[in-house]
């Protein structure tokens, strides 16, 4: 059976709620991401970052597990450090999701029994994706990906072949204050998100 890793990449954010510290929002998002991975049945969790989120990623790990240290934010630097790890397939994951359903990042994985690549957008419209999967070691042209810019057309365009690259279900980012409203009070999860909202 393939060894899975799901990787979350921390990275800044660039928007908060009106009224909420940025580093409180950006721990928020994170924790909750990271709580979900490390309660995958089918995949093994860990953290990727850069020297700037190095203390972040300390902050919000769970005991024993691995964080990546990269030396640029790149989803290829993060699978690289995977496959360094003796993985099979590795997905890495926006750290600003903190609502995501454990059956999204099944079918961004899923994909990859046939396909080499899986790319999952930023729900409804990006920009960016909200993550990448692939089988390890990585093909070299995804290399520079950035989960803030890039989007499923050019890693399709990238690749040798378009049929490669398997276009998984997207989900949306909290990037502002339209994807704020998005929100379902109903879902359960992203606790720590939804108790700093409740607190402003």
């Known amino acids: 059976m393939a ?14 709620p009106p009224g909420t510290d940025p580093i409180r929002w950006q721990t928020a998002l994170a924790e909750d991401v990271v709580d979900l991975i490390a309660t995958l049945s089918e995949a093994e969790p860990a953290i990727a970052a850069t020297a700037a989120e190095r203390p972040l990623a300390d902050a919000v790990a769970w005991p024993g597990m691995p964080i990546y240290d990269l030396p640029v934010r790149t989803v290829g630097a993060a699978l690289a450090a995977a ?34 690549v899986a790319v999952a957008p930023a729900a409804p419209t990006g920009p960016g994706l909200f ?4 089988r390890l070691p990585a093909p070299a042209w995804l290399t520079e990906v950035d989960l803030d810019t890039t989007d499923a057309d050019t890693l399709r365009a990238a690749a040798p072949d378009p049929t490669e690259v ?8 909290l990037r502002g204050p339209a994807d704020l409203a998005t929100l379902d009070v109903a879902v359960e999860g992203w606790e720590t998100t939804r108790a700093l909202l409740s607190a402003g």
């Open 166 to 173: 398997a276009v998984a279900p997207g989900w949306r980012r």
């Open 131 to 134: 993550g990448v999967a692939s």
């Open 83 to 116: 496959a360094a790890d003796g993985y099979d397939q590795a997905a890495v994951i926006v750290a600003d999701a903190p609502d995501l359903p454990g059956l999204i990042l099944g079918k961004l994985l899923r994909p990859l029994s046939s396909r080499k």
């Open 3 to 16: 060894r899975r890793l799901v990787v979350t990449l921390l990275g800044p954010v660039h928007w908060a």
